[in-house]
Structure formats: C-alpha cells, structure tokens
C-alpha cells in the first residue's frame, strides 16, 4: 500500500466491499460513517478503523490506464457506458477534472478536495464511486455495475441510471441560485 492507492476491504464475507483512498500517513480518506446513525459524509480515518479487521487490498488500474493510453474506453459496452455515464455526471455535480495529473499527490488531493461531502447515493456516489474519481478522475463503481450488468438490459440501465439523477441535480442546481 502506498499514498494514493485505491483501498478496499471486503465485508460481510465479501457481499460488498468498502472503498478509500490512503493518504501515505495510516490514515485513509473514504465516503462513510462512524455509525448508523450518522450520515455518511467524506472525511479522513485511521486505517485501522478503516480496515475493521478485514484485509485491506489495492485496486489495480493497470487496465484502466492501459486502455487511456491507447485512447479506448476500458470493457465492454456496458462498462464503457457506464464510464461516459458517469463523466457526465460527475460534470453535473461540478467534480469534473480536465487535465489529470495521476501522481500519489494529485490522488489526495483530490480526495481531499471532497471532505465533508454528504450528498451520499448508493446507486450513483457510493464510497467506491468516490475512490475511483480520486484515481481516475471518473466516478465508477464496479459493484453496481455488476448490479445493473446483472438485472437491466444496457438501455434500460441508461434510462434508470438518469432518469432520477437528472431531475435530483436541475433541483439542486436551481437551488444554488
């Protein structure tokens, strides 16, 4: 493990996993929270905390960054949907990053440029959307992915995945001004 890497721990016997991104100092910077009762919000926890005695793993973007290297989009279609999807969104909701710089500090700092985020969504902002926008500057989680691959056809998947999310981000927007 080292500064900027994606973390990640299996829970519940590996029916989801929690994701975060290390710091480089024992302490990882995730979309959590402390208890059931609190909101989850970014913020910054000891890895220990973190790892809650499961085994912590680094993802592994090698593919991802492969596939940027030679100017394709990573997977199959679905995936590669889901990828655009997501970009999209993440220029929506103003956490769209133009010009990527992937070295171990830009990683942090862009996961700490999120502490105190609260606007949690299991679907479209979960804990490993956030540690894969940190790496890659694209919001991705792979669990949901698997979800959606699973039970939506891929225009079904694109229907459901903006249908709600639009119509929650023009509301939020409005409000702003």
């Not at 721990?9 to 024992?26: E, F, K, Q, W």
């Not at 969504?121 to 992915?145: K, M, P, R």
Request: some cysteine; aromatic content about 10%.
């Amino acid at each position: 493990m080292a500064r900027g890497d994606h973390l990640f721990v299996n829970r519940l016997g590996g029916i989801y996993s929690h994701h975060g991104i290390d710091c480089g100092d024992g302490a990882v910077i995730h979309f959590g929270a402390p208890n059931s009762y609190t909101p989850r919000a970014v913020s910054t926890i000891p890895l220990a905390a973190f790892a809650r005695g499961d085994e912590v793993q680094v993802r592994d973007y090698s593919a991802f960054f492969a596939a940027v290297e030679q100017g394709a989009a990573a997977g199959d279609v679905l995936h590669s949907a889901n990828l655009q999807l997501n970009r999209i969104l993440d220029a929506l909701r103003g956490i769209s990053v133009k010009d990527l710089d992937f070295s171990p500090d830009a990683i942090v700092a862009r996961a700490r440029s999120r502490l105190g985020e609260r606007n949690f969504n299991l679907w479209l902002n979960n804990c490993e959307h956030f540690a894969s926008w940190c790496v890659t500057g694209i919001s991705s989680s792979e669990q949901i992915l698997a979800i959606w691959r699973a039970s939506l056809p891929p225009l079904q998947f694109m229907r459901f995945a903006t249908r709600g999310w639009l119509g929650n981000t023009a509301s939020q927007l409005i409000a702003r001004d």
